[in-house]
């Protein structure tokens, strides 16, 4: 059976925890790793009714975007919602994790999923990170090969682009003499062994660099596991905050507004009208993205959408692009379905419920799409 270490482990490969920004709150927050998994929910908050959801579905665990405790607490009485939540999740045994701006820079991260929803094509990143990358390299008999590149794979080595376990595999001969006291998989003590080997070299994001090492660790034969880390100058393209794309045909305003709204069903928008009267490069940015307009309008986006502005963000910037602000709530939304696809496709989580929660918008009153002009 599926355990809650499970459902980490495959969210953490896709969005690493070092990944996070120093003042987040990311990983396990309340729960046991070992406990077995019984049905999934998926949500951006962690409200009261999102733990009713979890009781009502004999849930394990529930994986947020929003960590349930972002500010430190300094008390549990219950007098707020962190609080509140966290009671009831201890109480009722249910595991609590968030992914939050790790999972906002991840490849096919949050503003990702809202540019495919927005049907974009060509996507990047609008702001690039700063992930590093390095090349691992062990030296392993060659009938481990196999099942070293496996674990290291399945740690977040080897990724490039579409394609996953990349690597390369040369042959060639290994020395060492074993210690007295040294257990080796092959060769006598204090005499020169030589063994025929396989250099394996696979390519790493920085932040996954400690569990692959962890994870192939656990699977190599080596009592002395040898392996080389070499920095690259290249940066992980794949990386970085935002998305910019194209749409398949230019839109103009009004009618790129109403797909924006149709798409996220968001009834009203806050829109100015920019300098331009046809929209065909679109940036986005799910969640709050007013510190990156600036860097919309240097990539030459004719638009860019996102939540969380304010009356000066659009006077600012009010000739110079496209601002549409379509909430922060809607433009983080569609991330759920890839943190639900991403499980439901895990082979440990065969006949596992996953549910999303779409929370409650009893805070937001849509009635109109609306300019600002």
């Not at 602000?325 to 939304?333: F, G, K, N, P, V």
């Amino acid at each position: 059976m599926a355990k809650v270490r499970d459902v980490i482990e495959t969210i953490e490969k896709w969005a690493p925890s070092p990944l996070a920004e120093s003042w987040d709150n990311v990983g396990l927050i309340t729960g046991d790793p070992e406990s077995n998994v019984k049905s999934i929910i998926v949500a951006l908050d962690v409200t009261e009714e999102t733990i009713a959801i979890a009781l009502k579905n004999k849930a394990s665990i529930i994986v947020s975007h929003h960590p349930p405790i972002l500010k430190p607490l300094k008390n549990l009485t219950g007098n707020d919602l962190s609080s509140r939540v966290i009671q009831m999740a201890v109480k009722e045994n249910i595991s609590l994790y968030a992914s939050h701006t790790n999972l906002d820079q991840a490849p096919h991260g949050v503003s990702h999923a809202l540019a495919e929803k927005l049907k974009l094509t060509d996507i990047t990143p609008l702001s690039p990170g700063n992930c590093e990358l390095l090349k691992f390299i062990t030296f392993s008999p060659p009938e481990h090969t196999d099942k070293i590149r496996e674990a290291a794979g399945h740690a977040g080595a080897g990724v490039i682009g579409k394609y996953s376990l990349c690597s390369f595999t040369s042959r060639g001969t290994g020395t060492y003499i074993p210690s007295g006291d040294a257990s080796p998989y092959e060769g006598e003590t204090d005499k020169l062994s030589k063994v025929t080997e396989d250099r394996l070299e696979m390519i790493v994001p920085a932040p996954c660099i400690s569990k692959v090492l962890e994870e192939t660790r656990k699977v190599h034969p080596y009592e002395e596991m040898a392996y080389d880390i070499i920095p690259l100058f290249t940066k992980e393209p794949t990386f970085g905050y935002g998305a910019i794309g194209n749409l398949q045909e230019p839109m103009e305003l009004s009618h790129f507004a109403e797909h924006v709204s149709r798409t996220l069903n968001v009834k009203t928008l806050n829109v100015s009208k920019g300098g331009k009267k046809h929209i065909k490069l679109v940036a986005v940015m799910g969640g709050n993205g007013r510190d990156y307009i600036s860097r919309s309008i240097s990539a030459g986006a004719d638009a860019f959408v996102t939540g969380d502005l304010c009356h000066h963000d659009f006077m600012e910037h009010y000739s110079s692009t496209v601002l549409i602000d379509a909430s922060h709530r809607a433009t983080e939304l569609p991330v759920l379905h890839k943190i639900k696809e991403l499980l439901h496709y895990l082979p440990s989580m065969k006949g596992i419920k996953i549910i999303i929660d779409w929370g409650t918008t009893a805070h937001f009153l849509y009635e109109s799409y609306t300019e600002n002009i």
